[in-house]
């Protein structure tokens, strides 16, 4: 499938390099799993990885001298682990959602947050939040500000800002200079996979007044 | 081992392993690779002594999970790596790291042996490109990788030589697409 609202370089190499919030790493993962083009390159990304490591010899690196008996004398007691067959989507969410839409078996708990737009809050480390989305067909969604970065993958549905239509697989990427009103498109619910490493500030009275208590 | 060795013997060594559990394959890949994860650690912050653990448990990982790797699709170093940053995660932030979804139509048993060795090479030609990137701009890039950087302090557009190697990786996701269909 070819998306054409796609990660930019950055997130893609802190993905490849590991550095990235938990929260940020899911929606990678997700949207790589719908794209084949953002595989391609984060394949790229890993292969400079590769290279690095394959530089990567330096002085203090030199193994203790038992450290090739010691790993031989441990292989012993390492099973090969079996090919198993990948996992599949499960629905509308890729492998790596559905793990954390579906903790122990659990269905999503969603909260309304107004004007019918409903979220759920996945668990992640406390460097940056994610949550799903759910936004009625031709529904906008709270017009909101950023202080961080927000990521907004489109897991079912449509949306539109501004000009720009946002299909399943494609990411919006949103920033301080950004202000703006995701509207989903007419037809059929919207669900999104949002994340952001900081509280979003919604622009009308009411939204904002709720935000400590909806965490988002 | 001595001398120099090509990449794809590394590929082969792998598959050796996958297939017939080979213990003299392995050893010869512990001795190139282990020392490089290390490094990779310790220029990552780790400690020595944490670092060799981490070595051992990356290369105890390729012995289980040999039959995951696709030499068409990625060099042994690069999928080394791929194991050892995810190690470095494990031991140095205790989160999560969520993985894309594996494409249900690889690795092949009997990989296209033209295909994995322009792969290794193309990778090659990668780190040979990144040596001779500006100072400052490869330094950056290991600050990246080395986890002193984070995705805001990395600029959007890398300027990183990498269109070749994703044509390389394109092609081979479509070859495995298409024998799959």
């Known amino acids: 499938m070819m998306t054409r609202h796609s990660l930019p370089d950055n997130l893609l190499m802190g993905y490849a390099a590991g550095t990235l919030p938990e929260a940020f790493n899911l929606v990678v993962a997700t949207h790589v799993s719908l794209s084949d083009d953002a595989r391609v390159r984060l394949a790229a990304f890993d292969a400079v990885g590769g290279a690095m490591l394959d530089d990567a010899l330096n002085d203090g690196a030199a193994l203790a001298d038992d450290s090739l008996d010691q790993m031989m004398a441990r292989l012993d007691g390492l099973p090969q682990a079996n090919a198993r067959a990948p996992e599949g989507p499960d629905g509308i969410f890729p492998a790596p959602l559905a793990d954390y839409v579906h903790v122990s078996g659990r269905s999503i708990r969603w909260r309304s947050i107004g004007a019918g737009v409903k979220q759920a809050i996945l668990r992640t480390d406390g460097r940056a939040s994610v949550r799903l989305l759910h936004i009625p067909a031709g529904q906008a969604v709270p017009d909101h500000g950023h202080r961080g970065l927000e990521l907004t993958l489109v897991l079912q549905g449509a949306f539109f800002d501004g000009n720009n239509r946002y299909g399943r697989g494609d990411i919006e990427v949103a920033n301080q200079e950004t202000e703006h009103t995701p509207i989903a498109e007419a037809g059929m619910d919207c669900i999104c996979l949002a994340a952001t490493d900081a509280p979003l500030r919604f622009n009308s009275l009411i939204p904002r007044l709720a935000q400590p208590f909806l965490r988002i | ?181």
């Open chain 2, 1 to 181: 081992m001595s001398g120099q060795h090509d990449e794809t013997d590394w590929a082969v060594l792998v598959l050796r392993v996958r297939d017939h559990q080979d213990r003299a394959a392995f050893a010869a890949l512990f001795r190139h690779f282990a020392p490089r994860v290390k490094g990779f650690l310790m220029k990552s912050g780790a400690g020595a002594t944490l670092a060799e653990e981490c070595a051992q448990d990356v290369m105890a990982t390729l012995w289980q999970k040999a039959h995951l790797f696709d030499p068409t699709r990625a060099s042994v170093a690069t999928w080394v790596f791929t194991i050892a940053r995810n190690r470095r995660i494990d031991a140095l932030r205790k989160s999560r790291r969520p993985e894309p979804e594996d494409l249900p139509w690889g690795p092949e048993p009997e990989p296209d042996q033209a295909e994995a060795l322009e792969m290794q090479q193309e990778t090659k030609r990668l780190g040979h490109a990144l040596a001779q990137l500006p100072e400052k701009q490869r330094a950056l890039i290991e600050r990246a990788y080395y986890g002193d950087l984070s995705h805001s302090e990395i600029a959007e557009e890398t300027g990183l030589p990498l269109g070749t190697i994703k044509s390389r990786i394109r092609l081979a996701l479509e070859r495995l697409r298409h024998n799959m269909s």
